[in-house]
């Protein structure tokens, strides 16, 4: 009589939680996650608890700024509360990467918000999925912005790809009739590469030139 398959899984059920968590990753595949397993199962206590005690330390201690939802220690960020900033002008990135590596242009003096994420329709992925709520909040009313200020201009600052794109488009409508001015980023960065990987003369070119939406 044939066995019965396994509905779990070749591995022992605790060994199959650990994969499916890497695998759950971003990036992570499942020869990946089976690796990093593999590594933990390897590890000695000392190295596995170092892993846990960050992971238990980041979701204890950071959290995301109540105004820009970037990721800080406090809220709101030191970017929000930083007053040599132009609290009226809020450039938009869809993830906390890219606000870093824009940051590093030192060209940038507005404040950011993060959209936590992009339309991506065929990924299901809708506007609930990200802050555009917010970022339109922040807009219509200056109590939710920055150090209370009125937002004069927001600058797209989205890949220039199809998922950022659809969300640039998007979040211009949403914003229409709000008075705020909506620019984008200006086409410095080549169509399809990413702004998290992008060098920081061709941003800082961007930022510098960066164009009303719609033109
Ligand atoms: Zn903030």
New binding site residues.
């Given amino acids: 009589m044939a066995r019965k398959p396994r509905e779990q899984g070749p591995y022992p059920e605790s060994v199959n939680r650990l994969v499916e968590a890497f695998a759950a990753m971003p990036g992570i595949g499942r020869r990946t996650a089976e690796r990093l397993s593999f590594w933990v199962l390897k590890a000695s206590s000392e190295e596995a608890s170092a892993l846990t005690d960050a992971i238990v330390a980041v979701k204890g201690s950071v959290r995301h700024?109540d105004?820009?939802?970037?990721i800080?220690d406090a809220?709101?960020?030191p970017?929000?509360t930083d007053p040599s900033r132009d609290a009226s002008l809020v450039m938009v990135v869809e993830q906390p990467k890219d606000l870093v590596n824009l940051e590093k242009t030192g060209n940038y003096c507005g404040?950011?918000h993060t959209l936590m994420g992009r339309l991506d329709p065929l990924d299901g992925v809708g506007p609930d999925s990200i802050t555009a709520g917010d970022l339109l909040g922040r807009v219509v009313d200056p109590t939710r912005n920055?150090r209370g200020t009125k937002v004069r201009e927001v600058v797209l600052a989205l890949n220039p790809d199809m998922e950022g794109d659809t969300t640039g488009l998007y979040l211009a409508e949403l914003l229409s009739g709000s008075g705020v001015t909506v620019t984008r980023l200006a086409r410095g960065i080549p169509s399809g590469s990413q702004i998290e990987f992008a060098n920081r003369a061709a941003l800082a070119d961007a930022i510098a030139l960066r164009q009303r939406f719609g033109s």
């Fill in positions: 700024c105004i820009c939802w970037s800080a809220s709101p960020c970017i929000c404040v950011y920055a």
